[in-house]
């Protein structure tokens, strides 16, 4: 059984930082594309950043481009969303999946693709 579990969320003020975790079981890191989205009350879900499973590179959107970095541990099965300089506008729930129809990022996030969607890590920042 596949299953994603994000944590590391919480309360911090503008220019903060936090770094998000998901843990990966039932799914090697090696076989598909991860994603980091957010959804916003009242916003549809948006892909925040992707790393292809076929040589851990990234793609970032442009609102948290420079300012998040994602990473993998594949001995640990956990892919991580450090985020830096973070303002208000970050604010909201923060949910990793996997891409079962690529490896590699697409350069975009087409939500219809992903699944195995964890149940979310809140995020909020303060001004």
């Known amino acids: 059984q596949v299953q994603f579990v994000e944590s590391g969320g919480g309360l911090v003020q503008a220019g903060g930082s936090l770094r998000l975790s998901c843990a990966a079981s039932g799914l090697a890191l090696d076989d598909y594309a991860i994603g980091w989205f957010r959804q916003a009350p009242g916003k549809a879900r948006e892909g925040v950043s992707c790393l292809s499973a076929s040589d851990g590179s990234t793609d970032y959107g442009d609102s948290v481009k420079g300012r998040f970095t994602m990473s993998r541990d594949k001995a640990k099965g956990t892919v991580y969303l450090q985020m830096d300089s973070l303002k208000p506008e970050d604010t909201a729930v923060y949910y990793c999946?996997?891409?079962?129809?690529?490896?590699?990022?697409?350069?975009?996030?087409?939500?219809?693709?992903?699944?195995?969607w964890g149940q979310g890590t809140q995020v909020t920042v303060s001004a």
């Open positions: 999946a996997a891409n079962l129809m690529r490896r590699r990022c697409p350069g975009g996030w087409i939500l219809h693709e992903y699944d195995y």
